[in-house]
Protein backbone atom coordinates (compact mmCIF):
# COMPACT_ATOMS: atom_id res chain seq x y z
CA UNK A 1 0.00 0.00 0.00
CA UNK A 2 2.62 2.29 1.04
CA UNK A 3 4.86 1.80 -1.98
CA UNK A 4 1.66 2.55 -4.44
CA UNK A 5 1.47 6.04 -3.20
CA UNK A 6 5.11 6.84 -2.83
CA UNK A 7 6.05 9.32 -5.57
CA UNK A 8 3.04 11.19 -5.06
CA UNK A 9 4.69 14.75 -4.31
CA UNK A 10 3.43 17.85 -2.65
CA UNK A 11 1.34 20.28 -3.96
CA UNK A 12 -0.85 17.92 -6.48
CA UNK A 13 -4.59 17.45 -6.94
CA UNK A 14 -5.64 14.07 -5.63
CA UNK A 15 -9.38 12.28 -6.14
CA UNK A 16 -11.05 10.75 -3.32
CA UNK A 17 -14.47 8.50 -3.94
CA UNK A 18 -16.81 7.06 -1.68
CA UNK A 19 -20.33 8.28 -0.36
CA UNK A 20 -22.05 7.35 2.87
CA UNK A 21 -19.29 5.62 4.10
CA UNK A 22 -18.77 3.17 1.03
CA UNK A 23 -16.19 2.83 -1.68
CA UNK A 24 -14.08 4.95 0.19
CA UNK A 25 -10.16 4.45 -0.59
CA UNK A 26 -9.30 4.15 3.14
CA UNK A 27 -5.76 1.91 2.80
CA UNK A 28 -4.29 4.01 0.52
CA UNK A 29 -5.62 7.61 2.49
CA UNK A 30 -4.10 6.02 4.92
CA UNK A 31 -0.89 5.38 3.34
CA UNK A 32 -1.12 8.84 1.74
CA UNK A 33 -1.38 9.88 5.51
CA UNK A 34 1.75 7.65 6.65
CA UNK A 35 3.57 9.61 3.36
CA UNK A 36 3.10 13.14 4.25
CA UNK A 37 2.33 14.78 0.93
CA UNK A 38 1.31 18.39 1.81
CA UNK A 39 -0.34 21.18 0.02
CA UNK A 40 -2.72 18.79 -1.65
CA UNK A 41 -6.03 20.16 -3.37
CA UNK A 42 -8.43 17.19 -3.13
CA UNK A 43 -11.95 15.96 -4.63
CA UNK A 44 -14.26 14.20 -2.89
CA UNK A 45 -18.32 14.32 -1.93
CA UNK A 46 -17.39 15.76 1.58
CA UNK A 47 -14.35 16.76 3.77
CA UNK A 48 -14.56 14.05 5.99
CA UNK A 49 -16.51 12.88 8.60
CA UNK A 50 -16.91 12.91 12.45
CA UNK A 51 -16.02 9.11 13.34
CA UNK A 52 -12.84 7.29 13.84
CA UNK A 53 -12.48 5.55 10.31
CA UNK A 54 -9.83 7.03 7.92
CA UNK A 55 -11.22 9.16 5.26
CA UNK A 56 -9.93 12.62 3.69
CA UNK A 57 -10.99 14.44 7.29
CA UNK A 58 -7.99 12.37 8.61
CA UNK A 59 -5.39 14.25 5.88
CA UNK A 60 -7.34 17.43 6.59
CA UNK A 61 -6.72 17.21 10.38
CA UNK A 62 -3.12 16.28 9.57
CA UNK A 63 -2.70 19.22 7.46
CA UNK A 64 -1.88 17.68 4.12
CA UNK A 65 -4.69 19.46 2.26
CA UNK A 66 -4.26 23.18 1.19
CA UNK A 67 -8.27 23.22 -0.56
CA UNK A 68 -10.73 21.15 -0.95
CA UNK A 69 -13.39 21.04 -3.50
CA UNK A 70 -16.64 19.25 -2.31
CA UNK A 71 -20.80 19.16 -1.80
CA UNK A 72 -20.39 19.63 1.74
CA UNK A 73 -18.05 22.86 3.73
CA UNK A 74 -20.39 22.25 6.48
CA UNK A 75 -22.00 19.35 8.09
CA UNK A 76 -25.40 18.43 8.56
CA UNK A 77 -25.64 19.80 11.78
CA UNK A 78 -23.79 22.43 13.79
CA UNK A 79 -23.21 20.37 17.27
CA UNK A 80 -20.94 17.86 14.63
CA UNK A 81 -17.61 19.85 13.98
CA UNK A 82 -14.86 17.84 12.19
CA UNK A 83 -11.29 18.96 11.62
CA UNK A 84 -12.21 20.43 8.52
CA UNK A 85 -15.14 22.64 9.86
CA UNK A 86 -12.28 23.57 12.60
CA UNK A 87 -9.98 24.68 10.09
CA UNK A 88 -11.83 26.54 7.93
CA UNK A 89 -13.54 28.02 10.46
CA UNK A 90 -9.67 29.55 10.94
CA UNK A 91 -9.36 30.20 7.38
CA UNK A 92 -6.50 27.38 7.56
CA UNK A 93 -7.81 25.62 4.35
CA UNK A 94 -9.27 26.54 1.28
CA UNK A 95 -12.64 25.17 -0.27
CA UNK A 96 -14.93 25.29 -2.93
CA UNK A 97 -18.54 24.08 -2.99
CA UNK A 98 -19.87 22.18 -5.71
CA UNK A 99 -23.58 20.53 -6.31
CA UNK A 100 -22.86 16.56 -6.06
CA UNK A 101 -23.98 16.36 -9.36
CA UNK A 102 -21.93 19.10 -11.39
CA UNK A 103 -18.84 17.58 -8.90
CA UNK A 104 -19.71 14.02 -11.01
CA UNK A 105 -20.73 15.85 -14.38
CA UNK A 106 -17.35 17.98 -13.98
CA UNK A 107 -15.02 14.77 -13.15
CA UNK A 108 -16.98 12.97 -16.10
CA UNK A 109 -16.55 15.78 -18.63
CA UNK A 110 -12.30 15.73 -17.59
CA UNK A 111 -12.17 12.16 -18.27
CA UNK A 112 -14.32 12.54 -21.45
CA UNK A 113 -12.37 15.14 -23.16
CA UNK A 114 -15.21 17.56 -23.25
CA UNK A 115 -14.11 21.46 -22.07
CA UNK A 116 -17.26 22.33 -20.39
CA UNK A 117 -21.30 21.44 -20.13
CA UNK A 118 -24.28 23.71 -18.76
CA UNK A 119 -26.30 22.73 -16.32
CA UNK A 120 -29.45 24.18 -14.57
CA UNK A 121 -28.54 23.25 -11.27
CA UNK A 122 -27.61 26.66 -8.81
CA UNK A 123 -29.38 28.92 -11.51
CA UNK A 124 -30.55 31.43 -9.22
CA UNK A 125 -28.30 30.91 -6.50
CA UNK A 126 -25.20 32.01 -4.90
CA UNK A 127 -22.79 29.25 -6.48
CA UNK A 128 -23.72 31.09 -9.97
CA UNK A 129 -22.78 34.25 -9.81
CA UNK A 130 -20.02 35.21 -11.91
CA UNK A 131 -20.73 32.12 -14.24
CA UNK A 132 -21.64 32.45 -17.57
CA UNK A 133 -25.64 31.93 -17.90
CA UNK A 134 -27.14 30.74 -21.62
CA UNK A 135 -31.03 30.17 -21.84
CA UNK A 136 -31.13 26.80 -23.83
CA UNK A 137 -34.20 25.50 -25.01
CA UNK A 138 -36.15 27.72 -22.80
CA UNK A 139 -34.42 27.35 -19.74
CA UNK A 140 -31.18 29.18 -18.11
CA UNK A 141 -28.15 26.93 -17.99
CA UNK A 142 -24.73 27.61 -16.34
CA UNK A 143 -21.00 26.91 -18.06
CA UNK A 144 -19.30 24.46 -15.39
CA UNK A 145 -15.76 23.34 -16.12
CA UNK A 146 -14.02 19.94 -16.22
CA UNK A 147 -12.40 18.84 -13.07
CA UNK A 148 -9.09 16.82 -13.59
CA UNK A 149 -6.91 15.65 -11.14
CA UNK A 150 -3.66 14.48 -11.39
CA UNK A 151 -4.19 11.31 -8.79
CA UNK A 152 -7.11 9.02 -8.34
CA UNK A 153 -7.29 6.97 -5.37
CA UNK A 154 -9.96 4.41 -6.14
CA UNK A 155 -11.30 1.60 -4.14
CA UNK A 156 -12.54 -1.22 -6.02
CA UNK A 157 -14.46 -5.09 -5.34
CA UNK A 158 -13.04 -6.89 -7.67
CA UNK A 159 -9.69 -6.28 -10.06
CA UNK A 160 -7.47 -8.59 -12.93
CA UNK A 161 -4.15 -8.08 -13.55
CA UNK A 162 -4.75 -5.59 -16.59
CA UNK A 163 -6.39 -3.60 -14.22
CA UNK A 164 -10.08 -3.70 -15.20
CA UNK A 165 -12.30 -3.21 -12.16
CA UNK A 166 -15.36 -4.25 -11.04
CA UNK A 167 -17.67 -2.82 -7.97
CA UNK A 168 -20.34 -3.76 -5.89
CA UNK A 169 -23.81 -2.30 -5.13
CA UNK A 170 -23.41 1.90 -3.92
CA UNK A 171 -19.60 1.44 -3.71
CA UNK A 172 -19.37 2.63 -7.06
CA UNK A 173 -20.52 6.19 -6.57
CA UNK A 174 -17.60 8.73 -7.61
CA UNK A 175 -15.06 5.43 -8.26
CA UNK A 176 -15.13 4.73 -11.73
CA UNK A 177 -15.42 9.03 -12.67
CA UNK A 178 -12.18 9.21 -10.36
CA UNK A 179 -10.61 6.50 -11.95
CA UNK A 180 -11.30 7.97 -15.61
CA UNK A 181 -10.44 11.34 -14.84
CA UNK A 182 -6.97 10.92 -12.72
CA UNK A 183 -4.09 11.00 -14.65
CA UNK A 184 -2.56 8.14 -12.08
CA UNK A 185 -5.21 5.92 -10.89
CA UNK A 186 -4.27 3.64 -8.13
CA UNK A 187 -6.34 1.03 -6.90
CA UNK A 188 -6.83 -0.80 -3.34
CA UNK A 189 -9.11 -4.21 -4.23
CA UNK A 190 -11.05 -6.11 -1.76
CA UNK A 191 -10.76 -9.53 -3.79
CA UNK A 192 -7.28 -11.58 -5.31
CA UNK A 193 -6.42 -9.57 -8.32
CA UNK A 194 -7.25 -12.11 -10.86
CA UNK A 195 -6.04 -12.89 -14.56
CA UNK A 196 -6.84 -11.32 -17.42
CA UNK A 197 -9.52 -13.36 -19.07
CA UNK A 198 -11.40 -14.06 -15.67
CA UNK A 199 -13.56 -11.36 -15.62
CA UNK A 200 -16.58 -11.08 -17.98
CA UNK A 201 -16.09 -8.24 -19.94
CA UNK A 202 -19.88 -7.05 -20.18
CA UNK A 203 -19.33 -7.12 -16.40
CA UNK A 204 -16.32 -4.29 -16.16
CA UNK A 205 -17.08 -0.67 -15.17
CA UNK A 206 -13.93 0.67 -15.68
CA UNK A 207 -11.30 -0.91 -18.16
CA UNK A 208 -7.81 -1.11 -17.29
CA UNK A 209 -6.32 0.99 -19.44
CA UNK A 210 -6.85 3.56 -17.28
CA UNK A 211 -5.26 2.10 -14.40
CA UNK A 212 -1.81 2.05 -13.01
CA UNK A 213 -1.61 0.72 -9.90
CA UNK A 214 -3.21 -2.29 -8.27
CA UNK A 215 -3.17 -3.26 -4.35
CA UNK A 216 -4.71 -5.83 -2.87
CA UNK A 217 -6.37 -4.54 0.30
CA UNK A 218 -4.32 -6.95 3.32
CA UNK A 219 -6.02 -9.25 5.45
CA UNK A 220 -5.55 -6.95 8.45
CA UNK A 221 -6.32 -4.05 6.46
CA UNK A 222 -9.13 -1.37 6.33
CA UNK A 223 -12.10 -3.12 5.12
CA UNK A 224 -14.64 -1.01 6.53
CA UNK B 1 -62.51 21.31 19.35
CA UNK B 2 -59.81 18.53 19.22
CA UNK B 3 -57.10 18.94 21.47
CA UNK B 4 -54.52 21.54 20.44
CA UNK B 5 -51.67 18.85 19.21
CA UNK B 6 -48.81 19.62 16.92
CA UNK B 7 -48.12 17.08 14.28
CA UNK B 8 -45.26 14.39 14.96
CA UNK B 9 -42.61 13.87 12.49
CA UNK B 10 -43.89 10.49 11.56
CA UNK B 11 -46.99 12.25 10.98
CA UNK B 12 -46.34 14.66 8.84
CA UNK B 13 -43.69 12.34 6.51
CA UNK B 14 -46.88 10.48 6.52
CA UNK B 15 -49.16 13.02 4.83
CA UNK B 16 -46.26 13.82 2.07
CA UNK B 17 -45.92 10.13 1.39
CA UNK B 18 -49.84 9.89 0.33
CA UNK B 19 -49.32 11.94 -2.28
CA UNK B 20 -46.81 9.64 -4.02
CA UNK B 21 -48.03 8.01 -7.24
CA UNK B 22 -48.42 4.65 -8.47
CA UNK B 23 -44.95 4.28 -10.19
CA UNK B 24 -43.49 7.54 -8.96
CA UNK B 25 -39.69 7.25 -8.61
CA UNK B 26 -39.13 8.71 -5.18
CA UNK B 27 -35.80 10.91 -3.55
CA UNK B 28 -36.13 11.36 0.03
CA UNK B 29 -33.57 13.87 1.75
CA UNK B 30 -31.15 12.91 4.97
CA UNK B 31 -32.87 13.39 8.01
CA UNK B 32 -36.93 14.01 8.28
CA UNK B 33 -37.72 13.28 4.87
CA UNK B 34 -36.48 9.50 5.27
CA UNK B 35 -39.39 8.89 7.37
CA UNK B 36 -41.82 9.13 4.08
CA UNK B 37 -40.18 5.71 3.53
CA UNK B 38 -42.41 4.07 6.68
CA UNK B 39 -45.62 4.85 5.27
CA UNK B 40 -46.43 1.97 2.98
CA UNK B 41 -49.35 1.50 0.93
CA UNK B 42 -49.92 -1.84 -0.51
CA UNK B 43 -52.38 -0.49 -3.07
CA UNK B 44 -49.04 1.25 -4.72
CA UNK B 45 -45.68 0.77 -5.59
CA UNK B 46 -43.38 3.51 -5.66
CA UNK B 47 -39.17 3.76 -6.67
CA UNK B 48 -36.89 5.06 -4.06
CA UNK B 49 -33.79 6.58 -5.78
CA UNK B 50 -30.75 7.70 -3.93
CA UNK B 51 -27.92 10.16 -5.07
CA UNK B 52 -25.62 7.70 -4.41
CA UNK B 53 -26.75 5.91 -7.52
CA UNK B 54 -29.48 3.19 -6.06
CA UNK B 55 -32.80 2.95 -8.10
CA UNK B 56 -35.93 0.66 -6.68
CA UNK B 57 -33.96 -0.81 -2.67
CA UNK B 58 -35.85 -2.03 0.00
CA UNK B 59 -36.22 -0.99 3.23
CA UNK B 60 -33.82 -0.58 5.96
CA UNK B 61 -31.72 -3.38 6.65
CA UNK B 62 -31.82 -5.10 10.23
CA UNK B 63 -28.82 -4.73 12.56
CA UNK B 64 -27.26 -7.92 11.82
CA UNK B 65 -28.38 -8.31 8.22
CA UNK B 66 -26.46 -5.10 6.65
CA UNK B 67 -24.60 -5.19 3.36
CA UNK B 68 -21.45 -3.53 4.03
CA UNK B 69 -21.93 -2.26 0.48
CA UNK B 70 -25.64 -1.20 0.30
CA UNK B 71 -26.40 2.55 1.77
CA UNK B 72 -28.56 5.38 0.99
CA UNK B 73 -28.24 9.49 0.61
CA UNK B 74 -27.91 9.35 4.58
CA UNK B 75 -25.53 6.47 4.32
CA UNK B 76 -28.06 4.17 5.49
CA UNK B 77 -27.81 0.41 5.10
CA UNK B 78 -30.81 -0.74 3.27
CA UNK B 79 -31.88 -3.40 1.54
CA UNK B 80 -31.52 -4.92 -1.67
CA UNK B 81 -35.08 -5.44 -3.10
CA UNK B 82 -35.89 -6.88 -6.74
CA UNK B 83 -35.59 -5.05 -9.70
CA UNK B 84 -32.79 -2.92 -8.18
CA UNK B 85 -30.48 -1.15 -10.13
CA UNK B 86 -26.99 0.48 -9.59
CA UNK B 87 -25.10 3.38 -11.82
CA UNK B 88 -22.49 5.55 -11.02
CA UNK B 89 -22.85 9.07 -9.57
CA UNK B 90 -22.93 10.72 -13.14
CA UNK B 91 -25.51 8.56 -14.24
CA UNK B 92 -27.31 8.64 -10.79
CA UNK B 93 -27.49 12.75 -11.44
CA UNK B 94 -28.53 12.21 -15.27
CA UNK B 95 -31.60 10.52 -13.85
CA UNK B 96 -32.17 13.22 -11.41
CA UNK B 97 -31.01 16.45 -14.37
CA UNK B 98 -32.82 14.40 -16.70
CA UNK B 99 -36.22 14.49 -15.07
CA UNK B 100 -36.72 11.55 -13.86
CA UNK B 101 -37.54 12.26 -10.21
CA UNK B 102 -41.15 12.53 -9.87
CA UNK B 103 -40.58 13.99 -6.56
CA UNK B 104 -37.90 14.19 -3.53
CA UNK B 105 -38.86 15.75 -0.21
CA UNK B 106 -35.86 17.85 1.99
CA UNK B 107 -36.08 19.63 4.83
CA UNK B 108 -35.48 23.43 4.57
CA UNK B 109 -34.88 26.08 6.92
CA UNK B 110 -37.18 28.69 5.07
CA UNK B 111 -39.83 28.50 2.38
CA UNK B 112 -40.80 31.47 0.44
CA UNK B 113 -44.57 31.90 -0.86
CA UNK B 114 -42.77 32.11 -4.34
CA UNK B 115 -41.61 28.87 -3.87
CA UNK B 116 -38.17 29.52 -3.48
CA UNK B 117 -36.53 27.65 -0.31
CA UNK B 118 -33.45 27.68 1.50
CA UNK B 119 -32.04 24.73 2.85
CA UNK B 120 -28.07 24.86 2.60
CA UNK B 121 -26.45 27.59 4.52
CA UNK B 122 -27.29 29.18 7.67
CA UNK B 123 -26.12 32.89 9.08
CA UNK B 124 -23.06 33.06 11.18
CA UNK B 125 -21.78 29.77 9.96
CA UNK B 126 -19.04 29.61 7.34
CA UNK B 127 -19.61 27.31 4.86
CA UNK B 128 -22.62 24.89 3.48
CA UNK B 129 -24.12 21.52 3.31
CA UNK B 130 -24.77 21.00 -0.52
CA UNK B 131 -25.31 17.80 -1.58
CA UNK B 132 -27.27 16.54 -4.30
CA UNK B 133 -30.10 19.36 -2.63
CA UNK B 134 -29.51 21.99 -5.61
CA UNK B 135 -29.24 19.35 -8.31
CA UNK B 136 -32.91 17.82 -7.17
CA UNK B 137 -34.25 21.15 -6.51
CA UNK B 138 -33.84 22.14 -10.10
CA UNK B 139 -34.99 19.09 -11.49
CA UNK B 140 -37.05 16.95 -9.78
CA UNK B 141 -40.92 16.98 -11.15
CA UNK B 142 -41.64 17.89 -8.19
CA UNK B 143 -40.15 19.75 -4.73
CA UNK B 144 -41.98 18.76 -1.39
CA UNK B 145 -40.84 20.26 2.13
CA UNK B 146 -41.00 18.85 5.67
CA UNK B 147 -40.15 20.99 8.07
CA UNK B 148 -40.98 22.38 11.36
CA UNK B 149 -43.51 25.39 11.20
CA UNK B 150 -41.14 27.34 13.21
CA UNK B 151 -37.60 27.83 14.44
CA UNK B 152 -36.64 27.05 17.77
CA UNK B 153 -36.62 30.66 18.52
CA UNK B 154 -40.30 30.85 17.33
CA UNK B 155 -39.61 32.66 14.18
CA UNK B 156 -41.57 31.97 11.03
CA UNK B 157 -40.32 30.13 8.54
CA UNK B 158 -43.21 30.08 5.97
CA UNK B 159 -41.96 33.72 4.40
CA UNK B 160 -43.01 36.28 2.18
CA UNK B 161 -39.09 36.03 0.51
CA UNK B 162 -36.09 34.10 1.45
CA UNK B 163 -33.79 35.54 3.68
CA UNK B 164 -31.21 32.68 3.18
CA UNK B 165 -29.35 31.97 0.12
CA UNK B 166 -31.83 29.77 -1.79
CA UNK B 167 -31.16 26.14 -2.97
CA UNK B 168 -33.63 26.96 -5.64
CA UNK B 169 -35.84 29.52 -7.20
CA UNK B 170 -39.72 28.76 -7.30
CA UNK B 171 -39.57 25.20 -7.42
CA UNK B 172 -41.71 23.82 -4.20
CA UNK B 173 -44.89 22.53 -4.57
CA UNK B 174 -46.13 21.73 -1.19
CA UNK B 175 -44.82 21.99 2.14
CA UNK B 176 -46.11 20.12 5.77
CA UNK B 177 -45.34 21.34 9.01
CA UNK B 178 -45.92 20.48 12.26
CA UNK B 179 -49.24 22.48 11.52
CA UNK B 180 -50.84 21.17 8.70
CA UNK B 181 -50.19 20.80 4.82
CA UNK B 182 -50.04 23.86 2.37
CA UNK B 183 -49.90 24.21 -1.34
CA UNK B 184 -47.60 26.84 -3.14
CA UNK B 185 -50.12 28.41 -4.96
CA UNK B 186 -49.18 31.09 -8.12
CA UNK B 187 -51.17 33.89 -5.19
CA UNK B 188 -49.06 31.78 -2.54
CA UNK B 189 -49.51 29.45 0.51
CA UNK B 190 -52.44 27.67 0.53
CA UNK B 191 -53.49 26.32 3.77
CA UNK B 192 -55.12 22.77 3.19
CA UNK B 193 -55.04 20.57 5.72
CA UNK B 194 -54.89 21.99 9.58
CA UNK B 195 -53.34 20.48 12.43
CA UNK B 196 -55.85 19.09 14.82
CA UNK B 197 -57.43 22.17 17.03
CA UNK B 198 -55.51 24.23 15.25
CA UNK B 199 -57.65 27.53 13.73
CA UNK B 200 -56.79 28.96 10.46
CA UNK B 201 -56.18 32.07 12.43
CA UNK B 202 -53.94 30.49 14.78
CA UNK B 203 -51.74 28.97 12.22
CA UNK B 204 -51.73 32.46 10.42
CA UNK B 205 -50.41 33.65 13.24
CA UNK B 206 -47.46 31.45 13.15
CA UNK B 207 -46.54 32.60 9.64
CA UNK B 208 -45.09 35.21 8.26
CA UNK B 209 -46.73 34.66 4.38
CA UNK B 210 -50.17 35.54 4.16
CA UNK B 211 -52.43 32.28 3.93
CA UNK B 212 -54.77 31.63 1.70
CA UNK B 213 -57.80 29.85 3.74
CA UNK B 214 -60.85 28.43 1.22
CA UNK B 215 -63.85 26.73 2.11
CA UNK B 216 -62.41 23.78 1.06
CA UNK B 217 -59.92 23.34 3.93
CA UNK B 218 -59.48 19.96 5.89
CA UNK B 219 -58.73 18.70 9.23
CA UNK B 220 -55.25 16.73 8.98
CA UNK B 221 -55.13 13.46 7.21
CA UNK B 222 -53.41 10.69 9.20
CA UNK B 223 -52.64 7.34 8.39
CA UNK B 224 -55.61 5.22 8.20
Known sequence: MDAAIADIPDGVTIFSPGFGGVGVPRNLLAALNRQGAKGLTAVSNNAGTVDELVDIGTLVEAGQIKKMICAFTATPHPSQVTPFTRMYNNDEIDAELVPQGTLAERLRIAAAGIGGFYTPT??????????????????????????????????????????????RLTQRNFNPLMAMAATTTIVEVENDIVEAGELDPDTIHVPGIYVDRLVRIPEDGIWD | MADKVKLERQAMCDRLAMEFEEGWIVNLGVGMPTLCSNYSDPSRDIINHSENGVVGYGPLAKEG??????????????TAQAGMAVVNHAESFMMIRGGMIDVTVMGAYEVAENGDFANWRIPGRKGGGIGGAMDLAACAKRVFIAMEHTTRDGKPKLLKKCTLPVTAPGVVKMVVTDLGLFEITPQGFKLVEHAPGWSPQEIQEQTEAKLIIQDDLKEFRFRS
Open chain 1, 122 to 167: SVGTELAEGKEHREINGRIHVLEYPLPGDYGLIRAWKADKLGNLIF
Open chain 2, 65 to 78: EEDRHLVNAGGQHV
